[in-house]
């Protein structure tokens, strides 16, 4: 019942492709994340995933095509399909997701977070 | 698969108190609406329900005390607690909550809201 400010969360933390729970509602987690470079190719078998983009540019690259995000705009990742979000440069996302969403999806690796921090 | 631009949907309406689905995913809904005045008391039975404020101030008021929410926040309202938004000067929110989540939620009345729009 205490608001979140995504700016100071986003102070609490610098290490990229390690997403931080800042909120849980339904059985879903809301968590930031900063992403550099380029992440796996993945997949999540149950889970649909929303990436919000709070700062920067996000390429999704899909299979067959590529979409970019930007500030303000937030994109769906529907189950089952295959994506790699790219980061040319630093930028900050908000996803919601189910609580039982690994980052890795089913490309499980060292970038694997099984247990994401709450800050 | 496609993005959603916040400023682009909100040119769409200009309704207050009545919230436009902008996304599904997991059951859950994220819609966007705009707030202006004092809305009703009321309270979810078996939703959680997010707000992030995207542009202006929102106050939510508690039976027992008021959050001021601004840009670039968010606030996460427990299931069976009884709340009420006040926007003194026009909000934007986007909210994220279940399918099922009725937007005067147990308060039904003429501001109710029983098939939000898709834009």
Redo the contacts between chains.
């Keep these: 019942?205490?608001?979140?400010?995504?700016?100071q969360k986003f102070k609490l933390f610098s290490e990229h492709w390690s997403p931080k729970i800042v909120?849980?509602?339904?059985g879903?987690q809301?968590k930031l994340v900063k992403l550099k470079g380029e992440f796996v190719w993945h997949k999540h078998e149950q889970?649909?995933?929303?990436f919000f983009v709070?700062q920067g540019a996000l390429k999704m690259e899909?299979r067959d095509r590529t979409?970019?995000?930007?500030e303000?705009?937030?994109?769906?990742?529907?189950r089952g399909?295959e994506h790699r979000p790219v980061a040319d440069e630093e930028v900050f996302v908000m996803l919601?997701?189910?609580a039982t969403t690994l980052n890795t999806g089913n490309a499980e690796s060292e970038m694997t977070k099984h247990q994401p921090d709450r800050i």
Excluded: A, H, R
């Design positions: 019942m205490e608001k979140v400010n995504l700016t909120g849980e509602l339904n879903q809301v889970e649909d995933e929303l709070v899909y979409v970019w995000v930007y303000n705009e937030f994109l769906i990742v529907p399909v919601f997701e189910p």
